[in-house]
Protein backbone atom coordinates (compact mmCIF):
# COMPACT_ATOMS: atom_id res chain seq x y z
CA UNK A 1 0.00 0.00 0.00
CA UNK A 2 1.01 3.42 -0.78
CA UNK A 3 1.70 5.64 1.58
CA UNK A 4 -1.02 8.36 1.91
CA UNK A 5 0.66 11.31 1.37
CA UNK A 6 1.30 9.96 -2.67
CA UNK A 7 -2.12 8.36 -3.12
CA UNK A 8 -3.22 11.67 -5.26
CA UNK A 9 -0.02 10.39 -7.59
CA UNK A 10 -2.74 7.07 -8.66
CA UNK A 11 -2.72 8.29 -12.48
CA UNK A 12 0.94 8.41 -12.29
CA UNK A 13 0.73 4.60 -12.42
CA UNK A 14 1.26 4.71 -16.35
CA UNK A 15 1.80 7.82 -17.96
CA UNK A 16 2.27 8.94 -21.98
CA UNK A 17 5.67 11.20 -21.98
CA UNK A 18 5.59 14.69 -22.81
CA UNK A 19 7.09 14.89 -26.93
CA UNK A 20 7.69 18.01 -28.53
CA UNK A 21 6.13 18.56 -31.60
CA UNK A 22 3.63 15.42 -30.68
CA UNK A 23 1.85 15.23 -27.47
CA UNK A 24 -0.67 18.51 -28.72
CA UNK A 25 -4.18 18.58 -27.79
CA UNK A 26 -5.25 16.62 -30.70
CA UNK A 27 -2.69 13.65 -29.90
CA UNK A 28 -3.77 13.61 -26.79
CA UNK A 29 -7.56 13.33 -27.67
CA UNK A 30 -6.80 10.63 -29.60
CA UNK A 31 -4.58 8.86 -26.84
CA UNK A 32 -7.30 8.96 -24.37
CA UNK A 33 -9.86 7.57 -26.73
CA UNK A 34 -7.08 4.43 -26.14
CA UNK A 35 -7.08 4.76 -22.44
CA UNK A 36 -9.33 6.31 -19.72
CA UNK A 37 -7.20 6.13 -17.01
CA UNK A 38 -3.28 7.21 -17.94
CA UNK A 39 -1.74 10.31 -17.39
CA UNK A 40 -1.59 12.61 -20.46
CA UNK A 41 0.92 15.12 -20.84
CA UNK A 42 1.31 18.36 -22.09
CA UNK A 43 4.64 19.47 -24.77
CA UNK A 44 6.81 21.02 -22.60
CA UNK A 45 5.78 24.66 -22.67
CA UNK A 46 8.12 27.38 -21.55
CA UNK A 47 6.96 30.02 -18.88
CA UNK A 48 7.99 32.25 -21.62
CA UNK A 49 5.57 31.44 -23.38
CA UNK A 50 2.65 31.26 -21.54
CA UNK A 51 3.17 34.80 -19.76
CA UNK A 52 4.80 36.86 -22.94
CA UNK A 53 3.52 34.39 -25.76
CA UNK A 54 0.28 35.86 -28.18
CA UNK A 55 -1.24 32.65 -28.28
CA UNK A 56 -2.67 30.85 -26.05
CA UNK A 57 -0.60 27.84 -24.70
CA UNK A 58 -2.58 26.20 -21.69
CA UNK A 59 -5.67 25.09 -23.89
CA UNK A 60 -6.60 21.06 -24.07
CA UNK A 61 -9.47 19.33 -24.27
CA UNK A 62 -11.87 18.61 -20.87
CA UNK A 63 -11.84 14.97 -22.48
CA UNK A 64 -8.49 14.92 -21.84
CA UNK A 65 -8.42 14.79 -17.35
CA UNK A 66 -6.19 13.33 -16.05
CA UNK A 67 -3.85 15.66 -17.93
CA UNK A 68 -0.30 17.70 -16.62
CA UNK A 69 1.24 20.69 -17.90
CA UNK A 70 4.72 20.38 -18.55
CA UNK A 71 6.84 23.79 -17.84
CA UNK A 72 10.05 24.51 -18.95
CA UNK A 73 11.63 27.57 -16.90
CA UNK A 74 14.09 28.52 -14.04
CA UNK A 75 12.61 31.46 -12.82
CA UNK A 76 10.72 30.08 -9.33
CA UNK A 77 8.37 34.00 -9.58
CA UNK A 78 7.54 32.97 -13.45
CA UNK A 79 7.02 29.40 -12.62
CA UNK A 80 5.16 29.93 -9.71
CA UNK A 81 2.70 32.32 -12.17
CA UNK A 82 1.98 29.54 -14.76
CA UNK A 83 1.47 26.82 -12.18
CA UNK A 84 -1.28 29.33 -10.63
CA UNK A 85 -2.76 29.68 -14.45
CA UNK A 86 -2.76 26.12 -15.20
CA UNK A 87 -4.37 25.36 -11.93
CA UNK A 88 -7.13 27.80 -12.89
CA UNK A 89 -7.58 26.01 -16.17
CA UNK A 90 -8.76 23.13 -14.47
CA UNK A 91 -4.54 20.99 -15.26
CA UNK A 92 -4.60 17.80 -12.84
CA UNK A 93 -0.71 18.62 -12.10
CA UNK A 94 2.20 20.91 -13.11
CA UNK A 95 5.90 19.19 -13.68
CA UNK A 96 9.04 20.74 -13.91
CA UNK A 97 11.18 19.45 -17.02
CA UNK A 98 14.16 19.15 -16.05
CA UNK A 99 15.79 16.25 -18.31
CA UNK A 100 15.72 17.80 -21.94
CA UNK A 101 19.19 17.91 -22.87
CA UNK A 102 18.96 20.26 -26.06
CA UNK A 103 21.44 22.97 -26.56
CA UNK A 104 18.24 25.42 -27.05
CA UNK A 105 16.89 24.41 -24.01
CA UNK A 106 20.25 24.73 -22.19
CA UNK A 107 20.40 28.57 -22.79
CA UNK A 108 17.41 29.59 -21.66
CA UNK A 109 18.99 27.93 -18.35
CA UNK A 110 16.65 24.76 -18.36
CA UNK A 111 15.68 21.34 -18.92
CA UNK A 112 18.43 18.67 -18.13
CA UNK A 113 21.03 21.59 -16.97
CA UNK A 114 19.03 22.09 -14.49
CA UNK A 115 20.25 18.82 -12.51
CA UNK A 116 23.22 20.66 -11.44
CA UNK A 117 21.40 23.33 -9.98
CA UNK A 118 19.45 21.77 -7.26
CA UNK A 119 18.75 24.67 -4.99
CA UNK A 120 17.33 26.74 -7.84
CA UNK A 121 14.76 23.77 -8.78
CA UNK A 122 13.66 23.39 -5.39
CA UNK A 123 13.15 26.92 -5.19
CA UNK A 124 11.37 26.40 -7.89
CA UNK A 125 9.04 23.62 -6.75
CA UNK A 126 8.17 24.98 -3.36
CA UNK A 127 7.08 28.53 -5.46
CA UNK A 128 4.86 26.99 -7.45
CA UNK A 129 3.91 24.52 -4.44
CA UNK A 130 3.36 27.62 -2.56
CA UNK A 131 0.28 28.87 -5.22
CA UNK A 132 -0.96 25.34 -6.00
CA UNK A 133 -3.07 22.73 -4.42
CA UNK A 134 -2.51 20.37 -7.78
CA UNK A 135 0.76 18.13 -7.26
CA UNK A 136 3.85 19.58 -8.66
CA UNK A 137 6.25 17.14 -9.95
CA UNK A 138 9.97 16.90 -11.45
CA UNK A 139 10.95 15.09 -14.69
CA UNK A 140 14.63 14.53 -14.79
CA UNK A 141 17.59 12.43 -15.88
CA UNK A 142 20.00 9.75 -13.91
CA UNK A 143 22.90 12.57 -14.47
CA UNK A 144 24.54 14.73 -16.92
CA UNK A 145 27.78 14.65 -18.32
CA UNK A 146 30.80 13.47 -15.93
CA UNK A 147 28.12 14.62 -13.39
CA UNK A 148 26.18 10.53 -13.01
CA UNK A 149 27.43 9.16 -9.86
CA UNK A 150 24.26 7.70 -7.72
CA UNK A 151 25.53 10.13 -5.38
CA UNK A 152 24.87 12.60 -7.44
CA UNK A 153 21.51 11.35 -8.46
CA UNK A 154 20.49 10.61 -4.37
CA UNK A 155 22.07 14.27 -4.13
CA UNK A 156 19.45 15.79 -6.84
CA UNK A 157 16.72 13.89 -4.90
CA UNK A 158 17.40 14.68 -1.49
CA UNK A 159 17.25 18.60 -1.94
CA UNK A 160 14.39 18.93 -3.95
CA UNK A 161 11.94 16.58 -2.28
CA UNK A 162 13.09 17.97 0.94
CA UNK A 163 13.46 21.67 0.27
CA UNK A 164 11.32 21.91 -2.31
CA UNK A 165 8.63 19.29 -1.12
CA UNK A 166 8.52 17.56 -4.32
CA UNK A 167 6.89 13.83 -3.47
CA UNK A 168 7.11 12.89 -6.99
CA UNK A 169 9.53 12.18 -9.51
CA UNK A 170 9.93 10.73 -13.11
CA UNK A 171 13.28 9.33 -13.97
CA UNK A 172 14.29 8.90 -17.67
CA UNK A 173 16.89 5.67 -17.10
CA UNK A 174 19.93 7.80 -18.60
CA UNK A 175 22.28 10.60 -18.18
CA UNK A 176 22.27 13.32 -20.65
CA UNK A 177 25.13 14.78 -22.77
CA UNK A 178 24.90 18.40 -22.23
CA UNK A 179 27.07 19.23 -25.49
CA UNK A 180 28.27 16.50 -28.82
CA UNK A 181 24.87 14.50 -28.69
CA UNK A 182 21.79 15.50 -30.35
CA UNK A 183 17.97 15.16 -28.18
CA UNK A 184 17.54 12.67 -30.61
CA UNK A 185 20.82 10.63 -29.22
CA UNK A 186 20.45 11.53 -26.39
CA UNK A 187 17.38 9.56 -26.26
CA UNK A 188 19.83 6.35 -27.65
CA UNK A 189 23.32 6.79 -26.70
CA UNK A 190 23.70 7.10 -23.23
CA UNK A 191 22.78 3.27 -21.51
CA UNK A 192 19.85 3.03 -19.79
CA UNK A 193 19.79 2.36 -16.18
CA UNK A 194 16.54 0.95 -14.77
CA UNK A 195 18.18 -0.62 -11.75
CA UNK A 196 19.56 2.95 -10.54
CA UNK A 197 16.21 4.04 -10.13
CA UNK A 198 14.76 0.70 -8.88
CA UNK A 199 17.54 1.89 -5.89
CA UNK A 200 16.03 5.12 -5.84
CA UNK A 201 12.75 3.77 -4.78
CA UNK A 202 14.51 1.48 -2.23
CA UNK A 203 16.43 4.91 -1.04
CA UNK A 204 13.39 6.84 -1.03
CA UNK A 205 10.69 4.62 -0.40
CA UNK A 206 8.14 8.02 1.02
CA UNK A 207 8.44 9.29 -2.62
CA UNK A 208 6.87 8.50 -5.51
CA UNK A 209 9.38 7.10 -8.30
CA UNK A 210 8.27 6.38 -12.00
CA UNK A 211 10.71 5.28 -14.67
CA UNK A 212 10.83 6.55 -18.02
CA UNK A 213 12.81 5.73 -21.93
CA UNK A 214 12.71 2.51 -24.09
CA UNK A 215 9.97 1.02 -22.55
CA UNK A 216 8.20 -0.68 -25.54
CA UNK A 217 5.56 -3.36 -24.27
CA UNK A 218 2.86 -3.31 -21.40
CA UNK A 219 4.46 -6.67 -20.03
CA UNK A 220 7.88 -4.51 -19.64
CA UNK A 221 6.09 -1.70 -17.85
CA UNK A 222 4.23 -4.65 -15.34
CA UNK A 223 7.59 -5.72 -14.55
CA UNK A 224 8.81 -1.77 -13.71
CA UNK A 225 6.11 -1.83 -11.70
CA UNK A 226 7.04 -4.51 -9.53
CA UNK A 227 10.17 -2.02 -8.27
CA UNK A 228 8.18 1.15 -8.66
CA UNK A 229 5.25 3.62 -8.80
CA UNK A 230 4.93 4.50 -11.92
CA UNK A 231 5.86 3.61 -15.69
CA UNK A 232 6.05 6.60 -18.33
CA UNK A 233 5.96 5.58 -21.81
CA UNK A 234 7.07 7.88 -25.07
CA UNK A 235 7.36 7.33 -28.71
CA UNK A 236 6.17 3.81 -28.80
CA UNK A 237 3.32 4.82 -27.60
CA UNK A 238 3.16 7.50 -30.00
CA UNK A 239 4.62 5.30 -33.04
CA UNK A 240 2.44 2.39 -32.40
CA UNK A 241 -0.23 3.85 -29.92
CA UNK A 242 -2.69 0.67 -30.09
CA UNK A 243 -0.31 -0.51 -27.29
CA UNK A 244 -2.59 1.80 -25.24
CA UNK A 245 -5.65 -0.15 -26.05
CA UNK A 246 -5.12 -2.47 -22.84
CA UNK A 247 -3.69 -0.49 -20.90
CA UNK A 248 -6.71 0.02 -18.59
CA UNK A 249 -7.10 -3.67 -18.16
CA UNK A 250 -3.39 -4.91 -17.73
CA UNK A 251 -2.32 -1.67 -15.61
CA UNK A 252 -5.33 -0.51 -14.11
CA UNK A 253 -7.12 -3.59 -13.27
CA UNK A 254 -10.95 -2.12 -14.86
CA UNK A 255 -13.17 -4.68 -16.24
CA UNK A 256 -13.97 -3.56 -19.71
CA UNK A 257 -13.98 -4.38 -23.63
CA UNK A 258 -10.89 -3.60 -25.09
CA UNK A 259 -11.42 -1.48 -27.87
CA UNK A 260 -10.79 -2.47 -31.83
CA UNK A 261 -8.50 0.48 -33.55
CA UNK A 262 -11.89 0.64 -36.31
CA UNK A 263 -13.86 2.03 -33.68
CA UNK A 264 -11.36 4.21 -32.49
CA UNK A 265 -11.02 5.89 -35.97
CA UNK A 266 -14.72 6.15 -36.07
CA UNK A 267 -14.58 7.81 -32.41
CA UNK A 268 -12.26 10.31 -33.73
CA UNK A 269 -14.74 11.52 -36.66
CA UNK A 270 -17.00 13.98 -34.44
CA UNK A 271 -13.91 15.77 -32.87
CA UNK A 272 -12.56 15.92 -36.30
CA UNK A 273 -15.48 17.14 -37.74
CA UNK A 274 -15.44 19.91 -34.69
CA UNK A 275 -12.05 20.55 -34.78
CA UNK A 276 -11.64 21.81 -38.98
CA UNK A 277 -15.17 23.88 -37.95
CA UNK A 278 -13.08 25.64 -35.80
CA UNK A 279 -10.06 26.09 -38.18
CA UNK A 280 -8.04 22.84 -37.45
CA UNK A 281 -5.95 21.20 -40.61
CA UNK A 282 -6.84 17.59 -41.03
CA UNK A 283 -3.50 16.94 -41.16
CA UNK A 284 -2.36 18.30 -38.21
CA UNK A 285 -5.02 15.87 -36.52
CA UNK A 286 -4.28 12.60 -38.60
CA UNK A 287 -0.68 12.58 -38.28
CA UNK A 288 -1.12 11.24 -34.53
CA UNK A 289 -3.05 8.07 -36.03
CA UNK A 290 -0.89 7.04 -38.28
CA UNK A 291 0.54 4.29 -36.61
CA UNK A 292 -2.55 2.65 -35.40
CA UNK A 293 -2.53 -0.05 -37.83
CA UNK A 294 0.99 -0.79 -37.30
CA UNK A 295 1.81 -4.11 -38.61
CA UNK A 296 -1.27 -5.05 -39.75
CA UNK A 297 -2.50 -5.58 -43.18
CA UNK A 298 -3.26 -2.60 -45.12
CA UNK A 299 -1.36 -0.67 -42.65
CA UNK A 300 0.74 0.92 -45.53
CA UNK A 301 -1.99 1.54 -47.11
CA UNK A 302 -3.63 3.66 -44.71
CA UNK A 303 -0.98 5.57 -43.69
CA UNK A 304 0.18 6.47 -47.43
CA UNK A 305 -3.87 7.50 -47.99
CA UNK A 306 -3.51 10.05 -44.92
CA UNK A 307 -0.39 11.14 -46.03
CA UNK A 308 -1.30 11.85 -49.58
CA UNK A 309 -4.83 13.52 -49.08
CA UNK A 310 -4.86 15.14 -45.49
CA UNK A 311 -2.94 17.91 -46.34
CA UNK A 312 -4.74 19.17 -49.29
CA UNK A 313 -7.41 21.96 -49.24
CA UNK A 314 -10.50 21.16 -47.86
CA UNK A 315 -9.94 17.72 -46.60
CA UNK A 316 -12.10 16.42 -44.22
CA UNK A 317 -12.99 13.29 -42.77
CA UNK A 318 -14.07 11.44 -45.63
CA UNK A 319 -10.73 11.58 -46.09
CA UNK A 320 -10.08 8.96 -43.05
CA UNK A 321 -13.02 7.07 -44.09
CA UNK A 322 -11.50 6.47 -47.26
CA UNK A 323 -7.98 5.37 -45.77
CA UNK A 324 -9.88 3.16 -43.04
CA UNK A 325 -11.13 1.00 -46.65
CA UNK A 326 -7.57 0.20 -47.02
CA UNK A 327 -7.97 -2.11 -43.43
CA UNK A 328 -9.61 -5.12 -44.39
CA UNK A 329 -12.83 -5.74 -42.87
CA UNK A 330 -12.40 -8.99 -42.33
CA UNK A 331 -9.65 -8.60 -40.17
CA UNK A 332 -12.56 -7.35 -37.38
CA UNK A 333 -9.68 -5.36 -35.82
Known sequence: MKPDNISKYAANRFSIAPMLDWTDRHCRYFHRLLTSESLLYTEMVTTGAIIHGKGDFLAYNQEEHPVALQLGGSNPKDLATCAKLAQQRGYDEVNLNVGCPSDRVQNGRFGACLMAEPQLVAD???????????????????GIDEQDSYEFLTDFVSIVSEKGGCEQFTIHARKAWLSGLSPKQNREIPPLDYPRAYQLKQDFAHLNIAINGGVKSLEESKEHLVHLDGVMVGREAYQNPYLLAKVDQDIFGLDKPVKKRTQVVEEMYPYIEQQLTNGAYLGHITRHMLGLFQNMPGARQWRRYISENAHKPGSGVEVVEAALSKIPQELNV
Open 124 to 142: CIAAMREVVDIPVTVKTRI
